[in-house]
């Protein structure tokens, strides 16, 4: 069992940045993928990126490819979204979500409750 909790959501403007955190418990937290999602009011959640187990590999949905970066900390069991030139449609609940069941960009095993990102414009 997994459980993850997010934080560093908040209200950022236009342009800015934020640093989104996800701890998680157990053990084998360093052989898991992890991926970050999100969902806005009204729309479907949202594959937003992910990282392979020993970090080497990371996947960007094309919304956010080369403003987002994904990275992980193994001996803290801590995923970590940087969040940079951020857009008022970037608003959204960002969820992290642990051991996916078929590809990175699809369904996972364990989620988090989410932490919600607000841009103003």
């Known amino acids: 069992q997994v459980q993850l909790v997010e934080s560093g959501g908040g209200l950022v403007q236009a342009g800015g940045s934020l640093r989104l955190s996800c701890a998680a418990s157990?053990?084998?937290?360093?052989?898991?993928?992890m991926g970050w999602f999100r969902q806005a009011p009204g729309k479907e959640r949202e594959f937003v990126a992910a990282?392979?187990?020993?970090?080497?590999?990371?996947f960007y949905a094309d919304s956010v490819k080369g403003r987002f970066a994904v990275s992980r900390d193994n001996a803290e069991n801590t995923v970590y979204l940087q969040m940079n030139s951020l857009k008022p449609e970037d608003t959204a609940v960002y969820y992290c979500?642990?051991?996916?069941?078929?590809?990175?960009?699809?369904?996972?095993?364990?989620w988090g409750q989410g932490t919600q990102v607000t841009v103003s414009s």
């Open positions: 990282i392979s187990w020993s970090g080497a590999s990371t």
């Open positions: 157990g053990r084998t937290f360093s052989s898991r993928t």
């Open positions: 979500a642990a051991d996916p069941r078929g590809w990175y960009y699809g369904d996972y095993n364990f």
